[in-house]
């Protein structure tokens, strides 16, 4: 187990035990409980296995209940169990008699930066909180990086590289594979922790865990794929050895909205291909990225391979690195504007960059469209991680004669959708991100009902704590709405008629994004015709979903650079190298 580190506790899911929490620990997370409570969940767990526990031993009126989920928990229940002169019971058992909770902080999730291999604080001593967006409480508090431990990382991946590139593409394809099955085993455990710091609710966290693993099975079958090729050059005496080779030390930026899969979606490639790597998650959502490093560790990947530095100065630990030389591959995910910045950064030393960038997708229904389909990809496009995804449904084109009635049926599945904490049975849409992004999602909505627009349904922040806004439709949108030309990421669809073909592929197309769009009609031909003409990276025909990691994911214009996943994502991180050799 990492050493400084927090975590999910548990809550016992028998209603008489919740009120035998006595106290929590502080400095140590530790939930206490009272004596007998330890005793009890085992006895309930080994009952169905013919094992029997004796008397509770305490004399203290209380025992210490933890690490009963995430990297540690089977040694500490033994040792507990040993403790008391009891049969030790597998976690595996235990675990149906409990459930995480966000609310009780244990020793489990790392908080410190992983360089070289090694748990270590910031060098300057500095931490930055981690937030519940539900709540706006603190959770916890994690390293803060500044340029010394950047320079720390570069030297350990650097230091790494030529090592790591020579290791068999079986072994890395290896250690893929057993993350991914770790990752799988802890699904609960890490959905809860995403929740916690995110927001999102369980069932799409759980979701996410799934989406997050698949990129590492994915890769780890590309990892021993990569070939190259010999010919004949056209003068007839030189033949041709092509290899394919690592780019070399990489620096991966990820996005808070999600925090997992966007980790493995560019840490697997990376792996497979054999480079070592920095990665910088967000400041909001560095827990998952900690996790993340922490599964890798255990599942067999060597010191230095991957170095995680979690800031809250990006600025000052990003820049240098870029400009420094030693980096050669950038792969980010983020805001058109960020990204503009550091390919300017890149240019110095000319890094090679992939760039996962903003959008501003068109979600057009035509006449002949089936309705109730076209509701059901709405739902999706919009509300996936409360509309707090650069897929998400920006823009919707509705064919004027079925506008009033796909209103009226999008308005009814969004109005029912429950609001509140991602972690309570029950909930559809969690808390956005921050109230930063809250505040953006209502200047947007105001100002376009200063221009005209009907809300249908929401439009209302709630009162309370945490950062909600409800599912929102507007209907008669004005063309120059503020919404109309910027990412709203946040539950709101707003909508506007068209009359013809060409005037939605034209309107479709007048922005500077290109990431995906979206497109629902029964006419083949004219699903492939609007296909074509759309100036987008991808497009989900008659569905709401395009991401899968088996499908090249990215964006034309000034939605970014080159591919993630599918067959092409590891070409992003590998070089060509042609050998000449003369034949006499």
Not at 197 to 211: D, H, I, Q, S, W
Request: aromatic fraction near 6%; proline fraction near 6%; charge should be negative.
């Amino acid at each position: 187990m990492a050493g400084n580190a927090v975590g999910l506790g548990v809550v016992l899911d028998f209603p008489q035990y919740m009120n035998r929490i006595l106290d929590i620990d502080a400095e140590t997370g530790t939930a206490h409980v009272e004596a007998g409570v330890v005793l009890d969940v085992l006895r309930g767990a080994a009952a169905p296995h013919g094992l029997t526990f004796g008397p509770d031993p305490s004399s203290h009126g209380r025992c210490t209940l933890g690490g009963m989920i995430g990297f540690s928990c089977a040694t500490q229940i033994d040792h507990l169990a040993g403790d008391r002169g009891v049969h030790a019971l597998h976690l595996a058992e235990l675990r149906p008699h409990c459930r995480p909770s966000r609310r009780y902080l244990m020793t489990d999730t790392p908080t410190q930066l992983f360089i070289g291999g090694a748990w270590v604080d910031a060098s300057d001593g500095a931490v930055m909180p981690v937030d519940d967006p539900a709540t706006g409480e603190i959770l916890c508090h994690v390293a803060d990086a500044g340029p010394k431990d950047a320079r720390l990382a570069e030297d350990a991946a650097v230091n790494t590289q030529q090592e790591w590139a020579r290791t068999a593409p079986r072994a890395r394809s290896e250690i893929l594979r057993r993350a991914h099955e770790i990752i799988l085993a802890r699904t609960d455990e890490l959905a809860h922790l995403m929740t916690s710091e995110m927001g999102k609710p369980l069932a799409e966290a759980r979701g996410e865990v799934a989406y997050a693993a698949e990129f590492f099975r994915w890769f780890s079958e590309e990892a021993v794929r990569i070939d190259g090729g010999y010919g004949v050059l056209p003068d007839g005496r030189t033949r041709m050895l092509l290899s394919r080779r690592p780019v070399g030390p990489c620096l991966l930026i990820t996005p808070w909205n999600f925090p997992l899969a966007m980790g493995t979606r560019k840490i697997g490639p990376a792996i497979a291909a054999g480079c070592t790597m920095i990665l910088k998650p967000a400041p909001q959502t560095p827990l998952s990225s900690l996790a993340l490093a922490a599964v890798l560790k255990e599942a067999g990947l060597p010191d230095g391979v991957l170095n995680v530095v979690t800031t809250s100065r990006a600025g000052e630990v990003c820049e240098p690195l870029l400009r420094g030389g030693r980096i050669r591959k950038l792969s980010f995910t983020g805001s058109t504007a960020v990204g503009r910045l550091l390919l300017a950064q890149c240019a110095d030393t000319v890094v090679r960059t992939s760039m996962e960038l903003g959008g501003n997708a068109p979600f057009i229904v035509f006449d002949d469209a089936d309705l109730d389909k076209a509701v059901d990809g709405a739902t999706v496009a919009k509300m996936r991680n409360m509309g707090e995804a650069c897929t998400a449904a920006n823009r919707f084109f509705v064919h004027r004669s079925v506008a009033e009635e796909f209103g009226r049926r999008l308005a009814a599945r969004m109005g029912a959708l429950v609001v509140g904490p991602g972690t309570r049975d029950g909930v559809d849409v969690g808390p956005l991100i921050d109230g930063a992004g809250r505040t953006k999602v209502e200047e947007l909505v105001a100002d376009a009902v200063n221009r005209g627009a009907r809300v249908l349904v929401g439009g209302r922040t709630p009162e309370g704590p945490g950062c909600f806004y409800p599912p929102t439709v507007l209907t008669d949108v004005a063309p120059d709405s503020r919404l109309m030309d910027t990412e709203i990421f946040g539950p709101v669809a707003a909508i506007l008629t068209f009359d013809d073909e060409d005037e939605v592929v034209s309107r479709a197309n007048d922005t500077p994004w290109g990431l995906v769009g979206y497109l629902f009609t029964e006419a083949l031909d004219r699903a492939l015709r609007v296909s074509e003409r759309l100036e987008v990276g991808m497009v989900g025909l008659n569905t709401g979903l395009v991401s899968n990691p088996a499908a090249p994911f990215g964006g034309v214009k000034q939605s970014g650079l080159g591919r993630e996943g599918g067959r092409v994502g590891i070409e992003e991180f590998l070089e060509y190298q042609y050998l000449a050799v003369p034949v006499r």
